[in-house]
Nanobody, 124 residues
Framework: QVQLVESGGGLVQAGGSLRLSCAIS????????VGWFRQGPGKERDFVAA????????YYADSVKGRFTISRDNAKNTVFLQMNSLTPEDTAIYYC?????????????????WGQGTQVTVSS
């Protein structure tokens, strides 16, 4: 059974930063993909970033490139999302998710396991 637990959300002013964490319990990480998605009020749940555990390959949505950084800590089985230069448009519930496999890291339906989400609110 895979479990994902997010933390680190909160309220921040525009231009500020937050770091989200996703603690993962899983049996093997070789072909593991961990992603971050977000869902704003009245919006779809959209891809934000992903990382392939085995190769440390990283992927980003165009809307966050250059502002957000995804990373992992092997020893702690944790994935981080460092978010800088935040804007009110980044306000959303952020979800950590994962699956074992290959392509389609940006497609929500490929992810089998989801965390409970953490709220990020950016004030103007």
């Amino acid at each position: 059974q895979v479990q994902l637990v997010e933390s680190g959300g909160g309220l921040v002013q525009a231009g500020g930063s937050l770091r989200l964490s996703c603690a993962i319990s899983a049996r093997t990480f070789t072909t593991y993909v961990v992603g971050w998605f977000r869902q704003g009020p009245g919006k779809e749940r959209d891809f934000v970033a992903a990382i392939r555990w085995g190769t440390n390959t990283k992927y980003y949505a165009d809307s966050v490139k250059g502002r957000f950084t995804i990373s992992r800590d092997n020893a702690k089985n944790t994935v981080f999302l460092q978010m800088n230069s935040l804007t009110p448009e980044d306000t959303a519930i952020y979800y950590c998710a994962s699956y074992y496999g290959g392509s389609g890291y940006y497609e929500r339906q490929n992810y089998h396991y989801w965390g409970q989400g953490t709220q990020v609110t950016v004030s103007s």
